[in-house]
């Protein structure tokens, strides 16, 4: 859908022939350092081209209607600006008035409503944050059409409460962040504790990112998401003991590996082993794509996987399948799973020349060992949520 159908899409939906405002907020990918966010560590995300629009108009009165192209069986979903609690049968509309809802709770004057349409091109339940996209570009609807200024990072922080506290996912504040912060052809470095950033220059000549569905719906808030979390929590609460840290990320490997024992269950310090080991591989990462390096970034990726497999048990049949497949094709410099796991996406570094080549033998494989088709999409890395 193109900005010119999105328009004639809301005036035709909200009945109106009033201009809406456009915006648009990315999806994300994580390089490198998954469910290192919640362990106090670093991840590496970029933001991409695919991600949510949004066409908006604020309204005269106190009604907010929200209506998705995605989910267009659900119609118009409409509430009072004093009617932002969480509804169950508010589905995915959950989303933008969670936000709105604590922009208001912050202070921030909202006094009337608005008529707001989305329309996504991130595949549904991908695990490239469809959610996070539409939260931060609610966020950058709202700066607009109420005049407000808000700073990026706190409009950050209230989309990870909304995922939090509002639809009760237990989750990092990564996802917000990438799709708040992203910059073109750039990677960011974030410390989630601190969230001390940098930007990497992702200089990928000759190779792409290839985001690879495996078609494998995840649902997050239901998964074992917040199992692994518990696990992590365990095992940091037995280091606690031993030695002076405030997560997980406070580890070397080396530390790791001297005070490891002090960690009860067996379970918990393969989680733990997952999350340290991780956060240093994504340190590692920025130095090697800084010193264009993408033969070692290649490799961590690889580690990566790896460990999502064996030491976090995240990836599943599918993931691995994928996985494994890119591994075996010529050129190809790493491939690992990206977002929460058990379904979802991977991506992997491919030489520009062999892309036709690698998505016809990987889909082959996966095909003949999962049994359906596999979705390919060369990412490109784009600037984060915005005003069109």
Not at 9 to 26: G, K, M, N, S
Not at 169 to 180: L, P, T, Y
Not at 266 to 271: A, E, N, S, Y
Not at 346 to 369: G, K, W
């Amino acid at each position: 859908m193109d900005i010119e159908q999105l328009v004639h899409t809301f005036q035709d939906v909200f009945q109106t022939a009033e201009q809406p405002h456009l915006f648009f907020a990315p999806g994300r990918i994580n390089l490198i350092g998954e469910h290192t966010d919640y362990n106090g560590g670093h991840v590496f995300p970029a933001s991409i081209s695919f991600g949510t629009y949004a066409a908006a108009a604020k309204r005269g009165d106190q009604i907010y209607r929200f209506y998705s192209v995605n989910f267009s069986e659900t119609g118009i979903i409409t509430c009072e600006i004093e009617q932002l609690d969480y509804q169950e049968k508010d589905q995915w509309a959950n989303y933008p008035k969670g936000m709105i809802n604590y922009l208001m709770k912050e202070g921030l004057n909202i006094s009337s409503g608005a008529d707001i349409l989305f329309w996504g091109d991130i595949p549904n339940g991908a695990g490239l944050s469809s959610s996070a996209s539409i939260e931060m570009v609610t966020g950058v609807v709202a700066e607009s059409l109420y005049n407000l200024s808000i700073d990026r990072t706190r409009m950050i922080r209230l989309g990870q409460k909304v995922e939090n506290e509002y639809i009760g996912v237990n989750s990092g504040i990564m996802d917000q962040f990438a799709i708040g912060m992203g910059k073109k052809d750039h990677a960011i470095l974030l410390d989630c504790q601190s969230l001390d950033y940098s930007y990497a220059p992702i200089q990928l000549e000759g190779y792409i990112v290839m985001i690879i569905n495996t078609n494998k719906r995840r649902e997050l808030a239901g998964s074992k998401y917040n199992e692994r979390r518990m696990e992590c929590e365990r095992a940091l609460a037995d280091l606690q003991k031993v030695i002076g840290i405030s997560s997980l990320g406070d580890l070397t490997e080396e530390q790791f590996e001297k005070y490891k024992l002090a960690i009860q269950h067996p379970l918990d310090r393969k989680r733990a082993k997952h999350a340290v080991y991780e956060n240093r591989r994504t340190v590692k990462a920025l130095q090697s794509l800084k010193s264009n390096d993408l033969k070692q970034f290649g490799e961590l990726m690889n580690q990566s996987h790896i460990s999502l497999q064996q030491d976090y048990e995240v990836t599943g049949k599918e993931l691995d399948t994928i996985v494994a497949a890119a591994w075996r094709q010529p050129g190809v410099l790493g491939a690992r799973m990206t977002g929460a796991g058990f379904g979802g996406c991977a991506i992997a570094i491919v030489p520009e020349e062999n892309v036709e080549s690698f998505t016809e033998r990987v889909n082959h494989l996966y095909r003949e060992q999962v049994g359906y088709d596999a979705t390919f999409y060369p990412a490109t890395i784009s600037d984060g949520a915005k005003q069109l």
